[in-house]
């Protein structure tokens, strides 16, 4: 076990969860970021389909644009970093989420077909759309432009 510069005990567990952190950081913030848009996502859809008695439709086309709306805008400053282009990237950012959003109520529809009721398959939809939309942003709407 080595010794830091203050004399306390590094863990090797700790040093490695620290390289991987430092390695894969954007993702990480991405995931921490895109949970907490998918609470936004998921307690605006429960609200309105089971509280206010709308279809899941509208309830899934109201929670998706509010929890991607503060995706897009702690993304842009906290995460990657980028000011340039907003509107380009926000439109990108829009789109790319338009493809989660199929994804998404894609997913709801076939739970609710198999029996698994919205409810669920709105659960079942957020790792989906996780991963498409990480590979779809990172790649396309923040990645740094070449001058």
Same mark, same amino acid.
């Given at each position: 076990?080595?010794?830091? %510069?203050?004399?306390?005990?590094?863990?090797?567990?700790?040093?490695?969860?620290?390289?991987?952190?430092?390695?894969? %950081?954007?993702?990480?913030?991405?995931?921490?970021?895109?949970?907490?848009?998918?609470?936004?996502?998921?307690?605006?859809?429960?609200?309105?389909?089971?509280?206010?008695? %709308?279809?899941p439709l509208v309830a899934h086309s109201v929670s998706v644009p509010a929890a991607v709306l503060f995706s897009f805008v702690v993304n842009a400053r906290h995460n990657f970093r980028t000011t340039d282009h907003v509107w380009l990237r926000l439109l990108s950012f829009a789109l790319v989420c338009l493809v989660g959003y199929a994804c998404g109520y894609a997913v709801i529809e076939a739970a609710m077909a198999v029996g698994f009721g919205a409810n669920v398959g709105k659960v079942l939809s957020l790792p989906v759309v996780f991963i498409v939309q990480y590979i779809l942003n990172s790649r396309i709407t923040f990645r740094r432009r070449v001058a």
């Open positions: 076990m080595a010794i830091s %510069q203050t004399g306390a005990r590094k863990s090797p567990i700790g040093e490695t969860l620290r390289a991987l952190y430092e390695r894969h %950081q954007t993702l990480v913030k991405y995931f921490l970021i895109g949970c907490t848009a998918s609470a936004i996502d998921v307690i605006l859809f429960l609200l309105i389909f089971n509280v206010l008695g %709308q279809t």
